[in-house]
């Protein structure tokens, strides 16, 4: 499956030093389906959850943002 990331989330991903392999194994690891989702997850190297939003289509996935989540909890 092929994951693209929008020109907001490739700054977000800048901005908070987020490695683009780390947000691509979340997505890998978790079974998304058809639709647009948001994924919070507790990473160890950060201090807050991250919180990746992702549209996904047939055969792509498309990160539209991703940042930690400033307000430390997980839904």
């Given at each position: 499956?092929?994951?693209?990331?929008?020109r907001h989330a490739k700054r977000r991903a800048?901005?908070?030093?987020?490695?683009?392999?780390?947000?691509?194994?979340?997505?890998?690891?978790?079974?998304?389906?058809?639709?647009?989702?948001?994924?919070?997850?507790?990473?160890?190297?950060?201090?807050?959850?991250?919180?990746?939003?992702?549209?996904?289509?047939?055969?792509?996935?498309?990160?539209?943002?991703?940042?930690?989540?400033?307000?430390?909890?997980?839904?």
């Open positions: 499956m092929e994951i693209n990331f929008s800048r901005l908070y030093k987020i490695p683009e392999t780390m947000v691509e194994r979340i997505l890998l690891e978790s079974n998304l389906v058809i639709g647009t989702h948001e994924l919070v997850t507790d990473i160890p190297e950060f201090k807050y959850p991250l919180k990746i939003v992702v549209s996904v289509e047939a055969d792509r996935m498309t990160v539209i943002t991703n940042y930690p989540l400033k307000k430390g909890r997980i839904p």
